[in-house]
């Protein structure tokens, strides 16, 4: 028996590991289904990429014992990484859970290859990148592995699209532009969700001519064109790339929190209290996922220190 088992291995749920094993709380593990912990960061993030504490200048007051400041992906995972080993916590990656029951003593995870585990509290800390945001017109198959949503793909003087108005949108814009033919979609004629750093950037390479924009306008549908991605626009124009990289967000994993049977709100986010407990007593939910819009790592690391204070607590009556 668990006594806290954690479903998500990001930063979030490293921070709810570490602070329960801090108030004395010994058996904790935690679940991911990636190969290794913080994999949106592996993943989405291109080397360099700087990582934020806060989201979008939000100015939050870290309350546990991780001092996360702003960096950038090799120092975050260097952090996370020493903060897993030093705390030996009981990380189980390529565990998929699928299922989370309650049962007389507890609860029951059952992960996608079979297997069964019992736990007391249960904390589910598994973002919302890990499953992109897709466009809502069709890929065709014949181009599905051309259109991606990340960068991991790319060959070199490929012919780029890169759809998105956000932070990983205009990284992957001017970073890649320098060796890639880059184009830059997004639906907007302004972009009002990036920080400082990546506008001041993003201007260079627009004026340099480097990067070329195609903005305030929406793609209406792809096509498959001798072996490559023929684009429509909503202004009837077309164009023909190599390869296209949405980066467009994501979004609630909506089946699993489903087959949990937690109560969820009209915008299917998970109902929760004060405490991030949801309409399962027992089962606490944090980070991203527990939130309508985007959050900051800092906001994630104050729901795992939160979470672990309450069930300290409960432990011990």
């Known amino acids: 028996m668990i006594d806290v088992a954690i479903v998500g291995a990001g930063t979030t749920g490293i921070s709810t590991a570490i602070e329960s094993k801090k108030l004395g709380v010994e058996n904790v593990a935690i ?91 249960v904390v589910i800390a598994i973002g919302k990148m890990g499953q992109p945001n897709k466009p809502s017109y069709a890929i065709p198959l014949p181009i599905r592995s051309l259109v991606n949503f990340n960068a991991n793909s790319i060959q070199k003087d490929e012919k780029l699209l890169i759809v998105g108005g956000g932070n990983s949108a205009v990284e992957y814009a001017y970073d890649l532009c320098k060796t890639n033919p880059t184009t830059l979609n997004y639906r907007r004629s302004e972009f009002a969700r990036i920080n400082d750093a990546n506008a001041q950037e993003l201007q260079k390479v627009i004026s340099s001519g480097e990067l070329q924009t195609k903005l305030g306008v929406d793609i209406v549908a792809l096509s498959e064109d001798s072996g490559r991605v023929c684009v429509e626009f909503a202004d009837s124009t077309k164009e023909t790339y190599d390869r296209i990289i949405y980066a467009i967000g994501g979004s609630t994993p909506l089946d699993f929190l489903q087959k949990c049977k937690l109560e969820l709100d009209e915008k299917q986010t998970p109902k929760s209290s004060e405490i991030h407990e949801t309409s399962i007593q027992d089962l606490f939910i944090a980070g991203d996922i527990a939130l309508q819009s985007g959050g900051s790592i800092a906001i994630g690391l104050n729901h795992g220190y939160e979470i672990a204070q309450e069930i300290a607590k409960r432990l011990k009556n």
């Open 31 to 121: 679940f991911e289904k990636g190969e290794s912990y913080l994999t949106t960061i592996r993943k989405f993030y291109k080397d360099g990429k700087r990582v934020d504490r806060d989201y979008k200048g939000q100015e939050v007051t870290l309350k546990g014992s991780i001092d996360f400041c702003d960096g950038n992906k090799e120092s975050t995972l260097d952090l996370f990484g020493s903060l897993l080993s030093s705390n030996q916590i009981d990380l189980k990656p390529q565990t998929d859970i699928e299922r989370i029951s309650k049962t007389e003593d507890g609860f029951e995870l059952l992960s996608s290859g079979g297997e069964s585990f019992k736990a007391r509290f």
